[in-house]
Nanobody, 124 residues
Framework: QVRLVESGGGLVQVGDSLRLSCAAS????????MGWVRQAPGKEREFVAA????????AYADSVKDRFTISRDNAKSTVYLQMNSLKSEDTAVYYC?????????????????WGQGTQVTVST
């Protein structure tokens, strides 16, 4: 069983930056591919970014590419999402997710474990 706890959400203005963190309680965290998925009001969940186990290759949704950066610290069992140049359409609940020994490229994002989510609101 893997427990994921997100933090770092909040209310910011357009153009601001925010960093989300996700602390995982998992044996062999380094063997889990980690990702962020968001859900805006009235919309389906949307893949945002992923970082794979092993070499740490990354994948991003086109909507956040060049603005968001996902990273991980295996020693701290934590994954981060640095969000820059935030837009109003980035407003959503952001969920941290994990999958064991997966290779996630974006379109195949399918996670087994989920956090409770953290709200990000970008105001104009």
């Amino acid at each position: 069983q893997v427990r994921l706890v997100e933090s770092g959400g909040g209310l910011v203005q357009v153009g601001d930056s925010l960093r989300l963190s996700c602390a995982a309680s998992a044996r062999s965290f380094r063997l889990y591919s980690m990702g962020w998925v968001r859900q805006a009001p009235g919309k389906e969940r949307e893949f945002v970014a992923a970082i794979n186990w092993g070499g740490g290759s990354t994948a991003y949704a086109d909507s956040v590419k060049d603005r968001f950066t996902i990273s991980r610290d295996n020693a701290k069992s934590t994954v981060y999402l640095q969000m820059n140049s935030l837009k109003s359409e980035d407003t959503a609940v952001y969920y941290c997710a994990a999958r064991y020994l997966a290779s996630i490229s974006g379109s195949n994002a399918n996670f087994d474990y989920w956090g409770q989510g953290t709200q990000v609101t970008v105001s104009t």
